[in-house]
């Protein structure tokens, strides 16, 4: 059973969207393998909804559908698309989650790199997904009405962390710090009764390096960045954020963007959109939007450990990768 444990936390863990997901309470449930059961059941839930590595996920019914014609979708992937479509048109198109030919192409889905398809995805004239994916949320369903392949790299595993809080607090788990790679959400206090202690990395991509650390308390935090994943195309390299103006990975962008926010949804999308905005236009709709955001910089990538504390509650201040 993935599960371990010492005398002041207890911890919980599985596999999901191609990495692993985590759970850490201070002290053990009662029902270990019950709540083991319920969180993997609601990870893979994400997992066969939003998935574009399995053909029959939902949101590839939907990438398949003819345009025009209405497609019924599970509430949980028409709550994410609603979400996606809110924080593109907030983020002017920095967010797009209709970036799966592009995605796929330069080598980040499940087959390699394509010179044709990148040829392809460049010269592509892009809508924005929220002029031309209609939702009918009452209904549970949506429609196309332009060609284009989803994606929700940028998205889904927030949601799949939220998703992990939400099982906690139905099993009356009131302190817990849940995670899926680089999002997390915090949930009351910590083993010692303060904020959970998460870790901001140093963008480098040669070493994992602490950069600054956080003690968070009800508060959701994600990371989007350049330095975990990449292509490498001659002596440059490009990591995985697509910027949907270019049909390619983004160029000059910062090193990584850290946000926090009420949800761990918001927060992922936010982190993806405020990547693609740059410092000076990310910071400017964080400030509208009441969110929280750690940009880093090229500058940031080889110093030393800061040894930074910050406290955050509840989207009160800055957060990890």
């Given at each position: 059973m993935p599960k371990t444990s010492t005398k002041d936390r207890f911890a919980l863990n599985g596999a999901t969207m191609g990495t692993?997901?985590?759970v850490?309470?201070?002290?053990?449930?009662e029902d270990r393998d019950g709540l083991q059961d319920a969180l993997q059941q609601a990870v893979a839930q994400v997992d066969a909804q939003m998935s574009t590595w399995r053909a029959e996920s939902d949101l590839m019914r939907l990438n398949a559908a003819p345009l025009g014609s209405w497609v019924d979708l599970p509430a949980q992937?028409?709550?994410?698309?609603?979400?996606a479509l809110k924080i593109g048109r907030l983020s002017d198109g920095a967010f797009e989650i209709a970036m799966g030919d592009a995605i796929a192409a330069w080598g980040f889905g499940p087959a390699p790199a394509d010179a044709q398809a990148i040829r392809a995805a460049l010269a592509r004239k892009r809508q924005p997904s929220f002029t031309t994916l209609e939702l009918d949320c009452a209904n549970l369903r949506a429609r196309k009405h332009g060609e284009m392949t989803l994606d929700l790299s940028g998205i889904a595993k927030g949601y799949g962390v939220d998703r992990l809080t939400e099982v906690l607090g139905a099993q009356g788990i009131p302190n817990a710090l849940a995670a899926i790679d680089g999002e997390l959400r915090a949930l009351g206090n910590g083993p010692k009764g303060r904020g959970w202690s998460v870790a901001l990395e140093r963008p480098d991509p040669d070493i994992r390096a602490v950069h600054s650390v956080f003690e968070l308390c009800d508060t959701a935090i994600a990371t989007s960045g350049d330095y975990r994943h990449w292509v490498q195309v001659g002596a440059q390299r490009l990591g995985h954020t697509m910027d949907p103006a270019r049909g390619a990975p983004l160029i000059d962008g910062p090193a990584s963007v850290t946000v926090l926010a009420s949800s761990c949804v918001e927060a992922d999308a936010l982190a993806s959109a405020f990547m693609v905005l740059g410092e000076a236009a990310g910071r400017d709709l964080a400030d509208r939007l009441g969110v929280e955001a750690v940009f880093l910089s090229e500058k940031d990538r080889f110093k030393t450990d800061h040894s930074d504390t910050r406290e955050g509650n509840r989207g009160k201040s800055s957060g990890r990768e």
């Open positions: 692993r997901w985590s850490v309470t201070p002290t053990a449930p992937l028409m709550a994410v698309l609603d979400t």
